[in-house]
């Protein structure tokens, strides 16, 4: 079968050798990560639903998702919401099936307000679902068209769209930084020594030559907090803890800078009531955050591809970006002589979403080592991956895999 695999070698300057480089992570309590998280979790709910009632996944798509940041007042001790978050998920999937001579309704709005209430309790500690939050959804069937590519195959499924997906490895040591200190923050053991901490937590890294500038805006929950002064030593609590986690991560200077719109004179300080900035006007958009590998890196390749939400059968929007990330990886991981490889994938609409249009693999190699001498091993890795492409499924609806 032809993949029509493509291995080229760039002479791209590797991005550590860059002079500067800027690395964004929006963490999981932020409004793009968490309507990102709501599209997912409603896919997730259908995908379940359609299992355990028909022994298949029916099409859907609901890759479209609006969060509407509301209004609060938050105060030392205390505070309320004012006004409610409003999340909206829209998109396509199979509403009724035909079964017994007779059209049966598939119950996609209890699905969808369900799944999102579940998904948003189980991420986030100090918002509640019932009160904190209105949930609605403009979701409608699907096309006939793309209803009947996603039907159609008996074997591997049909392409549901012309996608682009892009992978790359390694992480740089400034994105393994960005990356691992949100994760570091919004890990459960730091929440149980800083409880304080909210789960909206963005990390910005600046790398000017070895010196790696972190900007960290992190919520805090104002219930938990009497006063200033407690407030204050969370925040140098906090900067401490990143700082000594940060030596473990990389030997670069890092200077941080721990919520530098604080004004302490004027009485500004980040409290929540909630723990994402989502209570009090701040709105996301599905796709709008991280990228495939959970990064924003301006200075690497990447698909502007909303992987959250697309269901995980035939939309290659989703597949191919963890397809193509998961080819980085494995060819960095397993060649010798390389320093980044970057995966390019395309689809074709209606085509076998292991028959893609193009796989370009470009790598940057280490001084001495030639295209010739590891080619063959990189399109071997590249072409055993696609075709286990359709084992990604199951890996995303079990959670294996982190997309955002």
Known sequence: MD???HIEQLKNTAIEDLEVEIVERKGQGHPDSLIDGASESVSRALCEYYLQNYGNIL???VDKGLLVGGRSNPVFGGGDVIEPIYVIVAGRA?????KENKMEPIPVGRLTVSA??????SNMRFLDPEKHIIVDY???QGSADLIHIFEKSKGIPSS???SIGVGYAPLSPTERLVLETERFLNSDKLKKEIPELGEDI???????HREINLTIAAATISSLIPDKSHYVSIMEDTKKRVEDFSSKITDMDVKLKMNPADDYQRGVFYLTVTGTSAEAGDDGNTGRGNRSNGL????RECSMEASAGKNPVNHTGKLFNILAQRIADKVYNEVKGIREVYTRMLSCIGNPIDQPQIASVALVLEQGISLSSIKTDVESITEEQISKVTDLTSLILSGSIRFF
């Open 116 to 121: 999102i209430k579940k998904f948003f309790k």
């Open 160 to 162: 549901n769209d012309t």
């Open 202 to 208: 963005k990390v910005m890294g600046l790398r000017k």
């Open 296 to 299: 924003i890196t301006p200075l």
């Open 3 to 5: 993949r029509h695999i």
């Open 138 to 140: 403009r979701i409608k």
């Open 94 to 98: 199979v509403s009724f099936i035909a």
């Open 59 to 61: 099409h859907h798509n």
